[in-house]
């Protein structure tokens, strides 16, 4: 399974910019789809997530500005992200609960990450 992230780059204060990731391989089902951030000299956190019946759950610091959403037929996530911050400014990263058959238990895996910069 290969997630490939996209949508990255440099944005000023109150910018917009929309992140995508699509996961790709031997998929039989996905469960959450989520986004994580590591700031400069921060550890990795939770951005937002969601579930297959679309159930989200958002950082309170990216509440009201951040949405995620998914393509279930396309097993893509995105993220929109509104009314952006210098601290925004991070690497993110997507992940998916994925099994890959029938039978099998559900893994994660992680897609590479995509610059963030938020600054004038």
């Known amino acids: 399974v290969q997630l490939q992230a996209s949508g990255g780059g440099l944005v000023p204060p109150g910018g917009s910019l929309r992140l995508s990731c699509a996961a790709s391989g031997t998929i039989y089902s996905i469960y959450d789809m989520g986004w994580y951030r590591q700031g400069p000299g921060k550890q990795r956190e939770l951005v937002a997530a969601i579930t297959s019946g679309g159930s989200t759950n958002y950082a309170d610091s990216v509440k009201g500005r951040f949405t995620i959403s998914r393509d279930n037929a396309k097993n893509t996530v995105y993220l929109q992200m509104n009314s952006l911050k210098p601290e925004d400014t991070a690497v993110y990263s997507c992940?998916?609960?994925?099994?890959?058959?029938?039978?099998?238990?559900?893994?994660?895996?992680w897609g590479q990450g995509t610059q963030v910069t938020v600054s004038s």
């Open positions: 992940k998916a609960v994925v099994k890959t058959a029938r039978g099998s238990r559900f893994n994660d895996y």
